[in-house]
């Protein structure tokens, strides 16, 4: 397919103004290399002038040889002040010796005189001499036009006289930014239209692109309308992520037009990745994937309501809107409140459990769902505890072991130095161990101490780690009372499975996603003998 | 200013549909008495065919007397087994007894045949049939063309005659459903366009209405598009709540009417009251805000980088699509690893520091900062923690009190009960205390044994109180051995403030909370004898 728009990433530059959005320089790496692999063609990689980790970057990144992607460093037009030969910040630009750059310039009159502080004239000036002075210096310039739509319903020649100095200083492509995304679809278009009528009348076959924020929850819908109207570059995050609301989300960009609007891009063969390549940065981000996302959450294709849940098991296209597949995501039917006994059915087919509707066991095991909903457990990310509830019900499985007590004791020192220790005291099949363990804070301390006791007897429990830990915090008007929810993951060789307990207590709802982690190990390697 | 659209919520039907979305009958009528205070036009309350809770929610709903709300009953169309006046889930919205009532239809052709399996001619009679039936018992009746935009792509000849029959049966508005979410700006207004031409050709001047899904990021955009092209109801959820990734977002749709594109409805001059709405919606359902969410997120209106904070304390349309009070929210101004003097310099000033900008502490607090943030401390929720560390810098605040250790045990019985008990010495003054308590949980323990040993020399601990206790698991790779954050939310009489620790240790993490708060409040109260 004819390569006619170009994905321009800035999470690494603009997503990293977003709260909580902290990349370290090792990151940074990392998520250039994932995304020439996925075919991003341009990664703005930062601020060379304004931020020594960013330099660090582009010295780094030049090691390592990218099969595709154009890493490209962003920058602001001289000081007024300063020849541009002698800004500092044209002159880093240029030092990080990327095969793409780009420039922001100001549009908005305002900004001329609140921000800069410098006369209209001025910024024109500045606009054309800094492009000028990179332009022999680069493969590829893109000039920012920062608040072009703010500026453009300001005052409208002006923000033409911007782009044309652009032009005249020998950019490949005016970025349309919308800054402060305030801009509604209603409106957007009109301005493309007329920047358009605009280029015509000058003659100019220049390239246009597009750069929005979320801020009016309209930043996907702007960046597609731009698209259609024309735009060849467009400009976003991962996931969105980017200041106040966030940029342009990229992953709900390239599936529309890939898949609904049949652009072509490098990319776009390779969007059976985007769910792994969107996690990969909020894990990267420490951050827990948003389960609402658009085409990669975790919530995306899941069905809760009874009937569509059998309508989906008829015929998927009745509930979604493409085959999760084409975007790495999968189909998952939800456990919950509204679940009815369909829902169990399909979950007990896929744990390979053979059940009747008519079967009482059915109707037992929706009814302890509830109860145990309404005590805060969830099982959407635990289904491993989900499967033992049902097999308990069920009358399987055994039990592996016999509590006859746990202690944990956390002590702090007048030096401030705090140790934890955990003992315990557990029998198999009649035979007692006591054993203790000191850890890293109490549940790693009971943990260690579990599985030190439990190995003698079951030896493959070494092969099994803790990979997760997750707390949260349920009812949240009763301070260190609240009860909370603990969600564990674990994993062996050949699986991952995930385990809940919820008690007002943290050492009791961990001791009960434990108990269950374990417990499942264990019987899975049981059944794989069989 | 003239009503000329309709805001129709359906946060308590489709957005229960929701992941981890789930409201109590109490939670679904403390909703519903906020959304007509804050003027929403109809709040559609449930299914009462498909759910006993719904049935009881209608029951109890009509004790109250609302100001303005039409509470509104959701339903399908009659089996096609049963005549209108047998069918039970028709009769359960007659008994419901509503002002309003909402029936959907099947308008795609695959959802007649896989989905009901009738023949197509069947379903246009159900529609037509149940529409009449309901008629007289109900002030405002809704047809909801279920899949309309789909249907209309595969067959818009059908799709037309399910809105005829609608119109027939005695509909006051056809609500267009974007069902699966799929439907893109670039597509959505020539279908619109068709329907429009297609009741004009048949002379009706029946109201039309939007309801969208999210499943492309786009339900903000399509809605709003679809109210430009004259649709007179707007549905949709508070902060887009609902199933797979959420329904049109109301919270971002209604400021976007009154404040951008001039629209007037009741709530329109109430949206001031919109952040504190949204969030007490998420309280309910016990999910934190979203803090990046248009308009009333916590970030919606924060700035991070060092220019934006200089520019925005010049000129705040600079960095603002709009003025965060109209929508009840407010700018903040964020400490972060982007954070230069100036945001620094900006919170001192907020707490009453006088610092100056050349002074040699506030490069010492901001070098400080990058380091404890490279740790995992995060100040954005914990600003008592921020002034804290600031005023330490300073030299100030004084040591309340010299912990000479304390200890933390839990231990379970084999009966399986599980105590904590905390017991600490500390001195005020160089008067020794060596107190202890049992607590519901370790923290909670400590918590308990550290306020009872203090209130003795500072009885103004008794007026704090923590509120909340948040627990986030920092690195995800190493289990139980994680680095977790814990920030504590605390309040007295007259203010609230929260305070944050980090350690792999919680009890550490929880320590380091804890005493912050207490000496927040203390050296609070003693500023304020002053």
């Keep these: 397919m004819a390569q006619n728009v170009a994905i321009y990433d800035t999470t690494l530059r603009d997503g990293t103004q977003a709260e909580n959005f902290n990349l370290s320089l090792e990151d940074k790496l990392r998520i250039t290399l994932k995304f020439d692999e996925l075919g991003i063609d341009f990664v703005e990689g930062g601020w060379p002038g304004s931020n020594p980790k960013d330099v660090e970057y582009f010295k780094e990144i030049r ?10 460093a962003f920058g602001s037009t001289r000081l007024f002040a300063n020849p541009a030969e002698q800004d500092g910040n044209l002159n880093a ?3 990080a010796k990327t095969p793409g750059i780009t420039i922001f310039g100001k549009t908005w009159d305002i900004h001329v005189h609140d921000a800069l502080r410098i006369e209209l004239a001025d910024n024109l000036l500045i606009i054309e001499e800094s492009l000028k002075y990179l332009r022999p210096h680069v493969q590829y310039l893109t000039y920012d036009a920062e ?18 100095r652009a032009i005249a200083g020998g950019a490949d492509c005016l970025a349309l ?5 305030g801009t509604l679809p209603t409106e957007l278009s009109a301005i493309i239209d007329a920047v358009k009528a605009h280029l015509k009348a000058k003659k100019s076959t220049i390239q246009f692109g597009i750069h929005a924020h979320n801020d009016s929850e309209c930043a996907v819908a702007n960046s597609l ?19 106040r609301c966030g940029n342009a989300n990229l992953t709900s960009i390239m599936p529309a037009l890939a898949l609904k609007m ?30 609402y996302q658009p085409y990669v959450g975790q919530s995306a294709f899941a069905h809760k309501g009874g009937i569509h849940v059998s309508a989906v098991q008829r015929n998927p296209l009745t509930y979604e809107h493409m085959v ?25 087919k896929k744990m390979g459990l053979d059940l009747d509707s008519k079967d009482p066991v059915v109707s037992a095991i929706v009814k302890e769902l509830k109860d145990l909903e309404n005590q805060g457990f969830q099982y959407e990310g635990a289904e491993a505890s989900f499967e033992l509830l049902m097999r308990r019900a069920m009358g399987t499985p055994k039990k592996y072991f016999d509590l006859h007590g746990f202690r944990v004791m956390s002590q702090k020192t007048p030096d401030g130095v705090l140790q934890e220790e955990a003992t315990i005291r557990l029998a198999v099949g009649g035979e007692e161990v006591h054993t203790a363990a000191l850890g890293n804070g109490p549940v790693n301390a009971l943990d260690k101490s579990l599985r ?8 493959n429990l070494k092969e099994m780690e803790l990979r997760d830990y997750k707390v949260r915090v349920l009812a949240s008007e009763h301070g260190t009372e609240a009860r909370v929810r603990v969600l564990i993951e674990s994993r062996d060789q050949d699986s991952m499975w995930g385990t809940v307990g919820v008690s007002p207590d943290i050492i009791e709802a961990s001791w009960q996603a434990l108990v269950d982690s374990i417990t499942y190990k264990l019987m899975k390697d049981e059944q794989n003998r069989k």
Aim: with cysteine; hydrophobic share 35%; charged share 20%.
């Design 324 to 348: 999760p597949e084409k975007v790495g995501n999968v189909r998952r039917v939800l456990i919950s409140d509204l679940s009815g006994k369909s829902n169990v059915l399909v979950k007990a």
């Design 262 to 291: 049949g652009y072509g891009f490098t990319a776009a063969p390779n969007l059976h990745r985007l769910t792994e390549v969107s996690h990969f940065v909020s894990e990267l981000a420490n951050l827990s994937p948003n389960k």
């Design 147 to 164: 608040h072009f739509f703010d500026g453009f319903k300001a005052n409208p020649e002006y923000a033409y006289a911007t782009l044309d």
């Design 93 to 95: 630009l240029i030092a």
């Design 225 to 243: 309308i731009a698209v259609s109207m024309g735009a060849t570059q467009v400009q976003g995050t991962a996931n969105g992520f980017g200041e």
């Design 63 to 72: 090691k390592y040889e990218l099969k595709h992607t154009k890493v490209t």
């Design 452 to 459: 030190k006791a439990l190995t003698r007897f079951y030896p």
């Design 177 to 181: 930014c919308e800054t402060n995304g």
